[in-house]
């Protein structure tokens, strides 16, 4: 029985790494910003306020993607302890999950019909809760990173062109 969680810790780790990221491409606008304040000192113009500014909205877009990466994480462990808290009562029922439903083990069953039905039924929605969480996080996700994929699809074709 699993709802496929992929690999949490792996999820997680990438998330962890993209806002590690996001922080250093932070600092180098700081240190940016430093060095352009000294040269406006000086009557200079700043050269780098684009680049500043393509950091920036970079920088941004990697904490972002790597916060939606360790909150889907939480949201994954969570569905696998639910999924979990299920199968001592699945295992007194002789029921199984397949897939997103509860469904009767093969074989024999010392379990009365009426009562195998009713724990099913219940079982059945109590897995419905897990499964639906996890599909609108999910959903959530896959919208957000698209989103997420435009923008630094744009930034970085502003990059090239120099704009």
């Not at 962890?16 to 922080?23: C, D, F, I, S, V």
């Not at 050269?47 to 990697?62: G, I, K, N, Q």
């Not at 007194?92 to 009365?112: H, K, N, T, Y």
């Amino acid at each position: 029985m699993s709802l496929s969680p992929g690999d949490p810790a792996s999820t997680s780790a990438l998330g962890g790494a993209l806002r590690t990221q996001a922080g250093r491409l932070a600092d180098l606008v700081v240190d940016l910003d430093a060095a352009a304040t000294r040269l406006s000192r000086t009557g200079a113009s700043d050269p780098s306020d684009r680049e500043r500014d393509l950091v920036t909205r970079a920088a941004t877009e990697l904490d972002r993607v790597g916060g939606l990466l360790q909150s889907w994480t939480t949201t994954a462990v969570e569905s696998a302890a639910g999924l979990r808290s299920l199968e001592p009562a699945l295992r007194r029922s002789d029921l199984a999950v397949d897939g997103q439903l509860v469904v009767e083990r093969s074989g024999p069953s010392r379990v009365e019909p009426a009562q195998r039905l009713a724990e099913r039924e219940r079982l059945q929605e109590l897995l419905n809760r897990v499964t639906a969480v996890r599909s609108r996080e999910l959903a959530r996700l896959r919208r957000e990173l698209e989103i997420s994929h435009a923008s630094l699809a744009a930034l970085s074709d502003r990059a090239r062109s120099g704009t």
